[in-house]
């Protein structure tokens, strides 16, 4: 697609239960983020993958957060035990790996843990 | 670590005349700033960025200054329409841009008719 692809738009999950939400970025994007908005916050910063680095971790707010990327492509988020402080928008974005780049957000996964 | 702050939460302008939202940021390593414009429901998009060898960028009625001695950007929007009532975030990088982006905690502006 032309853009930042996430799913699902929307979650409704009860406590304690495992999460997957999807990314797909822009084809031909080799940087692809997560980060989160919670009620009244700002962007905090979940994780980075760049090509075939080692990802950027430093975000992840505790163990039970976990991102892969398959084929440098579709990256997958899991939270397991979901508490309700969890509950926020996760944004993905995408970006080419060149000096000044600007990241590609899409609309975001709204995630509401009851 | 707060390491990219936006201190008002939010700002209220009127029709036509100028709005300037402010950022100061900590970490003396980052090279490439950029502005984020977010509406409800919506993710962020791409405003307008600079990098730190210059100190003004400007894009139509958008207008960033960086002041690297101080560590402080500001973005210039003139005139504001209300249109440009939405979340704007601040967000900082190194490596001019080759790393991951630091965003600050966002400004509402309102624009009022």
């Known amino acids: 697609g032309a853009g930042v692809s996430q799913s699902p738009s929307n979650k409704v999950t009860e406590k304690g239960k495992d999460v997957e939400l999807r990314c797909d970025p822009i084809?031909?994007?080799?940087?692809l983020y997560w980060y989160r908005q919670s009620l009244g916050q700002g962007l905090e910063f979940l994780i980075y993958?760049?090509?075939?680095?080692?990802?950027?971790k430093s975000g992840l707010p505790s163990d039970r957060f976990s991102a892969e990327r398959t084929g440098g492509s579709v990256s997958t988020l899991t939270i397991q035990r979901t508490q309700q402080e969890d509950s926020a928008v996760y944004l993905c974005?995408?970006?080419?790996?060149?000096?000044?780049?600007?990241?590609?957000f899409g609309e975001g996964s709204w995630l509401t843990v009851v | 670590d707060q390491q990219v702050k936006q201190n008002s939460p939010s700002l209220s302008v009127q029709e036509g005349r100028i709005s300037i939202l402010n950022c100061d940021y900590t970490?003396?390593?980052?090279?490439?700033f950029l502005w984020y414009k977010k509406y409800p429901a919506e993710g962020p998009t791409f405003l307008i960025s600079?990098?730190?060898?210059?100190d003004k960028n400007e894009d139509g009625r958008f207008t960033v200054f960086l002041n690297k001695s101080a560590k402080h950007l500001s973005l210039h929007i003139v005139p504001s329409q209300p249109g440009d009532s939405a979340v704007y975030f601040c967000?900082?990088?190194?490596?001019?841009?080759?790393?991951?982006?630091?965003f600050g905690t966002g400004t509402r502006l309102t624009i009022i008719p």
């Open positions: 967000a900082a990088s190194g490596d001019f841009g080759n790393e991951k982006l630091t």
């Open positions: 084809s031909g994007h080799t940087a």
């Open positions: 974005a995408s970006s080419t790996w060149t000096g000044g780049n600007t990241i590609y």
């Open positions: 600079i990098s730190s060898i210059k």
């Open positions: 970490n003396s390593m980052f090279d490439y």
């Open positions: 993958f760049q090509g075939n680095s080692a990802p950027d």
